[in-house]
């Protein structure tokens, strides 16, 4: 069977969720932790469409990024014409808990109609697969984190949600700060996006050239493990604009919340490679 490479696994509920409202008002960061690399929240897209659907509400999805060649003008595979063909019978579309579990029961029974075999145990599976999905199928022990990546040698309040008047920004911005790799100074518009990130699965945010990812960190605070979270990382390759601004953060997400708790302007921020042979997690230290 040839397998083609333009054939990408499209998440519904995107794994970058937290950079839209529309997803943040229907799950919490709990459940959609759980369900987002579940079986019943994948299906199938041409790499183009799955890059256009990016962050979208399920509506936007299913009425425009899911269209083309195949059964009623939508998308070639089966498997997602199956998910918009039901949503249509819905007086509303909708994807949430309880369709993710629905879904979930139609692709293994139509995995053991197909295939005429019975899958056991299949709930168990996912739970072991855990709300970090591929993290837990390799190393994530302190004792394996990779080479330094990036320092900091000063945190800026803005950067640890100190910012004077209480402007928040919920960022880490990757700037230079002075960091050197062979002995060279970091060029700080495409090391972050290229070097240091450039494994993860990037999405062009739509009508911008803005660029987001997601990736996991195991993170410690003062001497404090707070175990692994999922990070945002942001791009925008025009926010330097020759003014040496820099043009890559990562977002805190929900960790702010536990950031704010500490005192941390001024001190060192470090990242750490994944261990050898793991695309992640990277490591990040505040000392």
């Not at 690399?37 to 799955?50: A, H, R, V, W």
């Not at 059964?71 to 199956?82: A, K, L």
């Not at 942001?234 to 977002?251: E, K, L, V």
């Amino acid at each position: 069977m040839e397998i083609d490479r333009n054939i990408q696994t499209e998440h519904i509920l995107p794994r970058a969720y937290k950079n839209d409202p529309y997803w943040l008002e229907r799950f919490t960061e709990e459940t959609a932790e759980l369900l987002v690399n579940t079986i019943g929240n994948l299906t199938l897209l041409s790499g183009k469409k799955n890059i256009a659907a990016s962050c979208n509400s399920f509506v936007k999805k299913v009425e425009e990024n899911y269209k083309g060649k195949g059964e009623d003008g939508n998308t070639g595979f089966v498997i997602t014409q199956y998910l918009v063909n039901n949503s249509a019978k819905d007086d509303v579309r909708v994807w949430d808990e309880e369709k993710i579990t629905e879904r979930k029961k139609w692709v293994l029974g139509e995995m053991e109609r197909i295939f005429e075999i019975q899958i056991a145990n299949a709930e168990e599976s996912e739970k072991s697969y855990s709300k970090y999905g591929k993290l837990l199928q390799g190393e994530f022990g302190w004792e394996h984190q990779g080479s330094l990546l990036w320092k900091k040698p000063k945190l800026a309040a803005s950067d640890v949600e100190r910012s004077p008047g209480g402007n928040a920004t919920g960022r880490l911005k990757l700037v230079k700060s002075h960091f050197k790799v062979n002995e060279k100074l970091i060029d700080q518009t495409n090391y972050f996006r290229k070097e240091v990130f450039g494994n993860l699965d990037w999405a062009q945010k739509e009508h911008t050239e803005k660029e987001i990812a997601e990736g996991i960190f195991v993170i410690k605070v003062l001497g404090k493990d707070f175990g692994i979270h999922r990070l945002t990382i942001g791009h925008n390759p025009y926010g330097d604009a020759q003014q040496n601004n820099y043009t890559t953060h990562i977002s805190w997400g929900n960790f702010a919340e536990t950031i704010k708790e500490f005192d941390l302007e001024g001190k060192e921020l470090n990242i750490y490679g994944p261990p050898t042979g793991q695309k992640e997690p990277f490591y990040l230290t505040i000392i």
